[in-house]
């Protein structure tokens, strides 16, 4: 099994940045492609941002591309989502995930483990 663990949301005004993490335990995900999900108040939950297990290629939802950045060390078995020019429509729950074969990582059903969420608020 693989317990995921996201950290560093919080408030923040527009424009600003912040830095999530997510650490993963009871398994080494370093040969899982990871994802990033959020939430945000009375809407489903969407594909943000993920990355093959080697890192070697990231994927973006439209509206974060130049804005949000997806990383990992798998030395750490952790992954990051780097997130600059946040907007107020940026506010949600994100959640981090992990995919064990790394196909239709924008699709949630490809992803076998969960993280219980941060809150990320972006005030106007």
């Known amino acids: 099994q693989v317990q995921l663990v996201e950290s560093g949301g919080g408030l923040v005004q527009a424009g600003g940045s912040l830095r999530l993490s997510c650490a993963a335990s009871?398994?080494?995900?370093?040969?899982?492609?990871m994802g990033w999900f959020r939430q945000a108040p009375g809407k489903e939950r969407e594909f943000v941002a993920a990355?093959?297990?080697?890192?070697?290629?990231?994927y973006y939802k439209d509206s974060v591309k130049g804005r949000f950045t997806i990383s990992r060390d798998n030395a750490k078995n952790t992954v990051y989502l780097q997130m600059n020019s946040l907007k107020p429509e940026d506010t949600a729950v994100y959640y981090c995930?992990?995919?064990?074969?790394?196909?239709?990582?924008?699709?949630?059903?490809?992803?076998?483990?969960w993280g219980q969420g941060t809150q990320v608020t972006v005030s106007s």
């Open positions: 995930a992990a995919d064990p074969e790394g196909w239709a990582l924008h699709v949630q059903g490809s992803y076998d483990y």
């Open positions: 009871g398994k080494t995900v370093s040969k899982y492609a």
């Open positions: 990355i093959t297990w080697s890192g070697g290629s990231t």
